[in-house]
């Protein structure tokens, strides 16, 4: 499955113009876009990005990025797609994964290689490289269970790096490069543990639901082909509603906090998010507040899912604009802060 990837640096494109390339379709000149295939090309890109006097920025496949309409910075992409099978076991494989990979077709690809684990994750859009970044989740599994390390540039000192999981400090949507690594560290390949073994996760209502009306065991392709089908009736198709998937993280409450919340509205879905935590649903509280396929000019709350902003010929500030009043009817409704799940980039 190994790809070929390319060594030289090719030419920086001047200035780029990336609508094209984040899914919300925001238009977004940035002062350059560098594409790298290995960490000796990215060192290469960084001292580029010091001559241009540019700070870069890597991005994958601008599935959870607000992008302003000027960016100046340099912009720096992986184009390595490898996959590399480094410890081969009877009970399990370990593979380096180069970041330039596409996430789902990755999840496609170890399940017909009959390496489990990452079938509650198919069709999260974007690439292997900022996956740790948000230790991206769904269907109650998460990204962490199965990284041995992450591979990388710390840009603070332009140097190579191999991060432990317990470096890496993931969290709920959330690590270290969102914390301390924010902007800091350039993600080049990740190592993944996955299992021989046929285990599955059905513990997510959803899931375990939709296989017992499909009267399906519970197989790690059965668990998949749930999972695909589930998210294409519950989210809009970037291609054609283009969007960033939740806008929102699930606010995270102290459980007192959200017991009282809970008594005075008895539908709020409440789920345990640790000792003495607990999360709530923003999909619950947004469609409460009545925004479910509300319009504001050119964005929107996709009809499908409160969760959802649809951009249709917008810009940023209308993206954030129709944010920002959602946010505020969540707060002077139900006392609860919702914080924006994407990164929001300004101009610099
Ligand atoms: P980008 O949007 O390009 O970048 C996101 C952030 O990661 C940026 O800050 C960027 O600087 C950083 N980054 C990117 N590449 C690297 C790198 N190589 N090294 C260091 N930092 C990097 N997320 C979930 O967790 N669960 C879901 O179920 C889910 N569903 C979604 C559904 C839809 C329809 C959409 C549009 C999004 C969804 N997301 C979900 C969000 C998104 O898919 C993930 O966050 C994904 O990992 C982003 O990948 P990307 O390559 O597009 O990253
Ligand atoms: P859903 O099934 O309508 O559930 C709504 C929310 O309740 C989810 O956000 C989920 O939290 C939480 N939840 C449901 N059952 C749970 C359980 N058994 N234990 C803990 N939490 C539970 O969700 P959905 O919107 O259709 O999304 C399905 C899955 O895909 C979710 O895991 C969601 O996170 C993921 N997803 C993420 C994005 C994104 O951009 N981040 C976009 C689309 C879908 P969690 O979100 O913590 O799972």
Redo the contacts with the bound molecule.
Sequence with gaps: MADGIPVTMPTPEIPAQLAGANTLALPCEASALLTFGDDDALLDALVWCEKAQLRPLVLGEGS?VVLPETLRRAVLRSADQSVTVLEDRADGVQLRVGAGKNWHALVTECLAAGWYGLENLAL?PGSMGAAPVQNI????VELATFVAAVHGVDLSCNARQTLTPEDCAFA??HSVFKAALNGRFIISAVDLCLSRKPETNV????LGERLARLQQAPTPAAVYRAVVG??RE??PDPATEPN???FFK?PVLTARQAAALKSEHQGL?V?PAGQDQA?V???WLIEACGFKGVQRGPVGVAEE?A??LVNHGGAQRDVLALAGEISAAVRDRFGCELEI?PVVYRGE
């Design positions: 959870n999260i989740g769904a269907y109650g709920y949507r513990t997510y209502a959803a589930l998210r519950r989210l960033a998937g939740s699930n879905p789920y999360k649903a923003a999909a899912h969760l959802v799940e």
